[in-house]
């Protein structure tokens, strides 16, 4: 059973950082690609950073690039969302996801921002503040 720990959430003022990190189990990391999406209120869902953790190769959304940064530890089968200069539209509930990635048609639209995810941990919220 695959399970998906999310763990760094919490409150700041804006301009300030948060890390997230998300912890994987019965997965196997070298063919896995991992995600954090996340909610706002009153907006779609939205795709904020991937990796592959075969070879770290990971996408950033253009709404955060240059803010947030997304690392792996593919021996842990973790993510790490470094995320610096928050705003207030930041804030929302983000998720982590993860899916199989042994195919190569996989692995490329993960990292072009589409990829479909299997799955989901239950979210942790971020709140900035102004």
């Known amino acids: 059973e695959v399970q998906l720990l999310e763990s760094g959430g919490g409150s700041v003022q804006a301009g300030g950082s948060l890390r997230l990190s998300c912890s994987a189990s019965?997965?196997?990391?070298?063919?896995?690609?991992m995600a954090w999406f996340r909610q706002s209120p009153g907006k779609e869902r939205e795709e904020v950073a991937a990796?592959?953790?075969?070879?770290?190769?990971?996408y950033t959304a253009d709404s955060v690039k240059g803010r947030f940064t997304l690392s792996g530890d593919s021996a842990k089968i973790t993510t790490y969302l470094q995320m610096n200069d928050l705003s207030v539209e930041d804030t929302g509930v983000y998720y982590c996801?993860?899916?199989?990635?042994?195919?190569?048609?996989?692995?490329?639209?993960?990292?072009?921002?589409?990829?479909?995810?299997?799955?989901w941990g239950r979210g942790t919220q971020v709140t900035v503040s102004s």
């Open positions: 990796i592959y953790l075969g070879d770290r190769r990971t």
């Open positions: 019965g997965f196997t990391a070298s063919s896995a690609c």
């Open positions: 996801a993860a899916a199989p990635c042994i195919a190569p048609g996989q692995r490329t639209a993960v990292l072009a921002g589409g990829g479909s995810f299997h799955y």
